[in-house]
């Protein structure tokens, strides 16, 4: 399993961490996470996950603004995502698979998270790839 800490410095680097403008840290819960109107991307290993799962950790609030953004696997949409305010505020578990074409041949493959048009990235906390 690829466990990658969003807001800890040491995992940022490790999985080279990047992102554009207002990209934020906030503290939920004890944890750290990212969230912004941009992008943030980290580069995550594949060497020994044959059919690998992306398992995202997302924080949602009440005051959470319109949170409409993709997710991209080196450049391709995986898939558009909405996360809507909740009444108390929580820890949201999300999968998606990853179709053999955005991996095939791939040691390791760049997860980038884009913010759609007047919108923003909901926080996110940890990104995890599961076999």
């Known amino acids: 399993m690829v466990k990658v800490q969003l ?3 040491k995992s940022e ?8 403008e207002n990209i934020n840290f906030q ?17 995550l290993p594949l060497t020994g996950i044959a059919k690998p799962v ?11 603004r319109k949170s409409n953004f993709q997710i991209l696997v080196d450049g391709e949409l995986l898939i558009r995502e909405e996360i809507t305010r909740v009444p108390t505020p929580c820890f949201l578990e999300k999968e998606y698979a990853l ?9 390791k493959i760049t997860v980038k ?15 995890r790839l599961l076999k």
């Open 7 to 9: 807001g800890d410095q």
């Open 13 to 20: 680097k490790e999985f080279n961490f990047q992102a554009g």
């Open 27 to 43: 503290r939920v819960l004890g944890w750290g996470s990212r969230r912004g109107r941009t992008w943030f991307s980290c580069e």
């Open 54 to 64: 992306l398992h995202v950790t997302y924080y949602s609030e009440e005051r959470l």
């Open 99 to 107: 179709p053999e074409k955005l991996i095939k041949g791939k040691n």
């Open 113 to 127: 998270f884009q913010a759609e048009p007047g919108s923003e990235i909901a926080p996110v906390v940890r990104l």
